[in-house]
């Protein structure tokens, strides 16, 4: 059995596509032909092109030696943090634009949390002029304005919304809003493996670029395409997707993934979904949701814009579920200070959502010969002022 997606778009009894009459016609013209697209050659020529020369890649496999002293292993970083915009996020922005395009799609809708799949999507957007409406919650607005300015700059309209808790799953609400609006002409550019089939299969392969290099590195760094452990954090889960994608199916490689605690799994200020989620549906796949006993989705809160999501992607429920993988819950302070860690001992700020895989390195057992490929998935930049306001040393 494999963990990949199967035939009808389910991880499992996780997937599927659970979306309004209105948006059929699309996910269904998607579903026939992601496939033929990302597998043609005229297709790989150009996504390859631009992965090397517009993102920068592929991203140095790093051998972190402090930090591997103080955890007693060998540790190498996955640097997604040294690609254009910032971020993981490019990776699959730049493939699904390119599908949009073969669809006949004009116009290019996202949603973001972070604000680093938001710029990524409007420098693509740039990249190919086409009009790019980004929606994002009023609260990530304000706690990533930087991102905010990008976009803008960028040519983005920015829509913040004001519903819930005005977060990640509120702007996702209104792009599929929108979506259910335009139908014909308009791409839905998800940031995540999440959504109805195809996203998370779509987005998972547009990432596994970042599995398909770790496997070259090792060969060449360490006689072997294989970690012992592969790490990354856990939002909707398509930096953790792309990292474990070709060694999904190796059960030598073991898979830890974090996802963000909040202030504690039990301070009812967490979007820890795993530890806390029940089987429901969210923007149209079937998933652990945090969920209180009639089904109504309870606000996450994390620290991270980019992890702050109440559902996770199938796959990864799925990972869980089948106990393929194991999935920690960091803590916010937990999150900070192994940010602080890192830049302290290899001079590289991480992304916040990167640090919650940090994170999870204190919670961990590991013999001095184990290889550790743990991925940060974006830089701190947008960051500072958290960090800041929370300084530790
Ligand atoms: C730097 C960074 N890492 C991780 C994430 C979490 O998303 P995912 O779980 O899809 O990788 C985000 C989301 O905004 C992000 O900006």
Redesign the pocket.
């Known amino acids: 059995m494999s963990f990949l997606v199967d035939k009808e778009g389910y991880y499992g009894e996780f997937g599927g596509a659970y979306v309004p009459e209105i948006l059929h016609k699309c996910v269904y013209d998607l579903q026939q032909n992601y496939l033929t697209v990302i597998e043609s050659e005229s297709f790989q020529k150009e996504y390859r092109q631009l992965l090397r020369d517009y993102v920068g890649r592929p991203s140095p496999l790093y051998h972190a030696k402090r930090l591997s002293e103080r955890y007693g292993c060998k540790i190498y970083l996955k640097r ?2 040294l690609n254009h915009t ?4 490019i990776n699959n922005t730049i493939g699904q634009i390119l599908i949009a395009r073969h669809l006949g799609k004009t116009r290019i809708i996202a949603e ?6 938001g710029v990524a999507t409007a420098t693509v957007c740039a990249l190919m002029n086409m009009q790019c409406v980004v929606y994002m919650g009023a609260t990530d607005v304000k706690r990533q304005h930087v991102n905010v300015e990008k976009m803008k700059m960028l040519g983005a309209e920015v829509v913040p919304v004001t519903s819930g808790n005005m977060t990640l799953k509120d702007a996702t609400n209104e792009a599929i809003r929108d979506w259910c609006c335009h139908p014909t002409d308009t791409f839905y550019i998800i ?3 999440v959504g109805p089939h195809p996203y998370p299969d779509m987005v998972s392969r547009l990432q596994s670029v970042i599995s398909e290099e770790i496997k070259t590195q090792l060969q060449e760094k360490e006689g072997r395409d294989y970690p012992d452990y592969l790490m ?9 997707a792309g990292t474990i994608y070709h060694h999904i199916d190796d059960k030598r490689v073991k898979i830890v993934l974090a996802e963000a605690g909040g202030e504690g799994v039990d301070s009812g200020k967490t979007a820890a979904t795993i530890a806390l989620g029940k089987t429901g549906i969210i923007h149209g796949a079937k998933t652990y949701v945090i969920q209180d006993e009639d089904g109504q989705i309870v606000e996450p809160y994390s620290i991270s ?3 702050d999501y109440p559902g996770i ?1 199938p796959m990864h429920a799925n990972l869980s579920a089948q106990q393929r993988a194991q999935v920690i819950p960091v803590n916010d302070n937990e999150a900070i200070a192994a940010g602080y860690e890192l830049t302290r001992l290899e001079g590289i700020i991480p ?1 916040i ?2 640090a919650h895989a940090l994170g999870a390195l204190p919670k961990m057992t590991f013999k001095q010969e184990d290889i550790v490929v743990l991925t940060v ?2 830089r701190g930049d947008k960051d500072l002022e958290t960090y800041l306001k929370i300084k530790q040393i």
């Open positions: 997604e943090d910032g971020a993981h996020k973001t949390g972070a604000g680093q799949h940031g995540s493996t990354a954090c856990v939002g909707g889960g398509s930096n953790a814009a980019g992890l992607g992304a959502e990167s998935s974006g």
